[in-house]
């Protein structure tokens, strides 16, 4: 419909389109098709290659998740109480700029799911996000939250 950047991997095995209308795809070179391991992802709102090529972060909504390229399984989803801004992968490290923050995590040590509070403001989750964090973390780290907020989501 309409692409409005480019940018390939270091290896120039991979191709990013990123469209008019905001969300990025992945391409494999090779087949000419999108990529498949990235297929269960519905929003892809960025895409960010380390410089070997080995690694790449998806931003997604409140996520940044980290992938080995090709393996459908995420080494780490970094949670956060607002949308990213910028991504970066500099050895085996992982920066995320969200509001006035910077957030580092190893990508070595680091796996799994991990929550942040970015800079410490309120959580701006829609329904459906809350619901997602709630399976993962439980509901401790949603607090506080006001009564209000609480009963809408049947968070206790």
């Known amino acids: 419909?309409?692409?409005?950047?480019?940018?390939?991997?270091?290896?120039?095995?991979?191709?990013?389109?990123?469209?008019?209308?905001?969300?990025?795809?992945?391409w494999d070179i090779n087949s000419g098709k999108e990529a498949s391991f990235l297929s269960s992802e519905k929003i892809i709102?960025?895409?960010?290659?380390?410089k070997d090529s080995k690694?790449?972060?998806?931003i997604t909504g409140h996520k940044v998740k980290t992938y080995k390229i090709g393996d459908p399984k995420p080494?780490?989803?970094?949670?956060?109480?607002?949308?990213?801004?910028?991504?970066?992968?500099?050895?085996n490290q992982l920066y995320v700029t969200v509001g006035?923050?910077?957030?580092?995590?190893?990508?070595?040590?680091?796996?799994?799911?991990?929550?942040?509070?970015?800079?410490?403001?309120?959580?701006?989750?829609?329904?459906?996000?809350?619901q997602e964090w709630?399976?993962?973390?439980g509901d401790k780290y949603l607090l506080p939250l006001s009564e209000e907020v609480k009963k809408k989501y049947g968070i206790k």
């Open 1 to 26: 419909k309409g692409i409005s950047n480019i940018d390939f991997s270091g290896d120039s095995k991979w191709l990013v389109t990123s469209l008019i209308e905001g969300r990025s795809k992945l």
């Open 45 to 50: 709102d960025d895409i960010i290659f380390s």
């Open 55 to 58: 690694l790449l972060s998806i």
């Open 75 to 91: 080494i780490q989803t970094l949670w956060l109480n607002k949308e990213a801004t910028q991504v970066d992968i500099i050895d």
């Open 100 to 130: 006035k923050a910077v957030i580092k995590t190893d990508l070595e040590k680091d796996r799994g799911d991990i929550m942040s509070w970015g800079d410490g403001g309120p959580l701006d989750y829609k329904y459906d996000e809350i």
């Open 134 to 137: 709630i399976k993962v973390f």
